[in-house]
C-alpha cells in the first residue's frame, strides 16, 4: 500500500536531516507519496509566513507527516509552529520512546521507556496575568474575594487540567502499552501538593487503568520518579505524565539513553500525527553535514509503526541499531570524542543504515 505523507524539511539543520531520514524510509521497500511543504525560517523570509495554510491544509488531508526541526526565534519574530500545529490539529499526545542502543555512551545502558506528555493543557495552555497588567490585577481581586492574596508584584500562570484532557492522554499511554507489547503504565504527578489539578489527573489515571486490567499500574510523584529514573531506570516502562512534568522528563530521558541525537518522538491527535525529533534545528551545524539523524529516523519508524507497516519499522529499528552497535560509520556525537576523526556525516550515516538494511 503507498502512503501518502506530508514531509516538512524544517530549517537549519532540519533539511539534511529529514532527507537523510526520507532516504532511508524510502528504503524499508514501504511506498511513500510525499507532499512536500514549508516550514520554519527560511519561508518566513521568502513569503512572510513561518508556518503556510497550504502546509496546514496537507497535513488535514494527509493525516501523517514527518517534519525536520524549526527554529523558534526568542523574543520578538514568529511563534514556535510546534505550538501552532499542537493547537490546529489537537496533537494532544507527546510519545516519546527513550531507548539506550548498544554502542551509546550512557550510565543507563538498561534504559528502555516511553514517555507520554499531554500536549494541550497544563501550564503550557498559555492563561498567564503579566505582572502589573489590568487582567493582572482584576485576577487578584477576584482571588481575594475567594480569600486568597497574591503580591501585587507577582506575574501569574494558570494550570488548567481536566478530567477529559487526562482521561484522553492516560487512554493514549495504554493504547501505546497494548499495541506494543509494554507491560506498565506509571503515571506521574504532584497530587500530594496540587491536589486538585495534578490530584483530579491521578484520580482519572486511576479509573483509566481499569479499564486496562491487563497492563500493570502505578503511580509516582514526579520528583521521586525523577530521582528514581536516575538510580533504576530499568523498573519503568511507559511513563504518562501531564504537560509540564511530561516536558522535563523528555529531557531527562534523552540523556539517560545518550544524548537528543538519539530522542524521538510522536505527536499525535484527533485530526492527524506528526513525526519529528525531541531536539531543535541545532543551527550552528545548518549546511555541515554533521548532525545526527537518528532522532528523526526513530520518528520515522514510530510513523512505520503508525502506518501499519511494522515489518519495515522493525527492519529500519534494528538497521540503525546495528549501526550504532557498530560504532564505526556514526556522526561525532556518537564517537568517543567529539573531534574523533573517523566520525561520518548525516548523510554517510544515513548510507550505512540504508547498507546495514540491504544486507
Ligand atoms: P537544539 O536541540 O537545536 O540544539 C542544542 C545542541 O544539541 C546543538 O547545538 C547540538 O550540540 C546538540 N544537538 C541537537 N540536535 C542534534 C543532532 N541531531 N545531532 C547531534 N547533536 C545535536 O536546541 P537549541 O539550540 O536550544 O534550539 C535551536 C532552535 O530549535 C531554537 O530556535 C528552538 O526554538 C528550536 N527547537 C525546535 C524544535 C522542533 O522543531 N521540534 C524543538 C526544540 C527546539
Redesign the pocket.
Known amino acids: 500500500m503507498r502512503h501518502e505523507v506530508t514531509f516538512i524539511p524544517?530549517d537549519?539543520?532540519?533539511p539534511e536531516?529529514a532527507e537523510a531520514t526520507r532516504r532511508v524510509l524510502e528504503a524499508t521497500g514501504v511506498e511513500f507519496e510525499w507532499d512536500e511543504h514549508p516550514a520554519?525560517e527560511d519561508v518566513y523570509e521568502a513569503e512572510g509566513n513561518p508556518f503556510p495554510d497550504r502546509t496546514l491544509d496537507s497535513i488535514k488531508r494527509t493525516k501523517v507527516g514527518i517534519?525536520?526541526?524549526?527554529?523558534?526565534?526568542?523574543g520578538s519574530g514568529f511563534r514556535?509552529?510546534?505550538v501552532q500545529l499542537r493547537k490546529e490539529l489537537d496533537l494532544y499526545a507527546c510519545i516519546r520512546p527513550c531507548k539506550a542502543y548498544k554502542g551509546v555512551r550512557t550510565r543507563f545502558p538498561e534504559t528502555d521507556i516511553v514517555i507520554v506528555r499531554e500536549n494541550t493543557e497544563d501550564l503550557y495552555a498559555g492563561i498567564e496575568f503579566e505582572r502589573g497588567s489590568d487582567d493582572n490585577a482584576k485576577l487578584r481581586e477576584a482571588l481575594a474575594g475567594l480569600g486568597h492574596t497574591i503580591r501585587e508584584d507577582a506575574g501569574i500562570s494558570i494550570k488548567p487540567i481536566s478530567e477529559f484532557g487526562s482521561d484522553r492522554i492516560v487512554e493514549a499511554a495504554f493504547r501505546y502499552a497494548e499495541e506494543n507489547g509494554r507491560k506498565k503504565v506509571t503515571a506521574a504527578h504532584k497530587a500530594n501538593i496540587m491536589k486538585f489539578s495534578d490530584g483530579l489527573f491521578l484520580e482519572t489515571a486511576r479509573k483509566v487503568a481499569e479499564r486496562h486490567p491487563e497492563i500493570e499500574f502505578e503511580d509516582r510523584i514526579i520528583d521521586n520518579l525523577c530521582n528514581q529514573l536516575v538510580s533504576r531506570p530499568e523498573e519503568y516502562d511507559v511513563i504518562v505524565l501531564p504537560n509540564l512534568y511530561g516536558d522535563i522528563v523528555s529531557d531527562l530521558g534523552a540523556g539517560l539513553i545518550g544524548?537528543?541525537?538519539l530522542a524521538s518522538?510522536a505527536n499525535i491527535g484527533t485530526e492527524a500525527a506528526m513525526f519529528?525529533?525531541?531536539?531543535?534545528?541545532?543551527?550552528?551545524?545548518k549546511g555541515l553535514n554533521?548532525?545526527?539523524?537518528?532522532?528523526?529516523m526513530l520518528s520515522g519508524v514510530l510513523m512505520l509503526r503508525h502506518l501499519g507497516e511494522a515489518d519495515a519499522a522493525d527492519k529500519m529499528e534494528a538497521a540503525i541499531a546495528a549501526v550504532i552497535e557498530k560504532g564505526e560509520k556514526v556522526?561525532?556525537?556518537l564517537k568517543p570524542t567529539r573531534d574523533d576523526p573517523t566520525a561520518v556525516g548525516t548523510s554517510q550515516y544515513a548510507d550505512a543504515v540504508i547498507e546495514e538494511m540491504n544486507a
Not at 526541526?69 to 526568542?74: F, H, K
Not at 554533521?290 to 528523526?296: D, F, G, I, R
Request: no cysteine.
Open positions: 524544517g537549519g539543520t532540519g536531516l520554519g517534519k525536520g526541526p524549526t527554529t523558534t526565534p526568542v514556535s509552529i510546534n544524548g537528543l541525537g518522538g519529528e525529533a525531541t531536539h531543535g534545528s541545532a543551527p550552528k551545524y554533521k548532525v545526527n539523524p537518528t532522532a528523526l556522526t561525532y556525537d
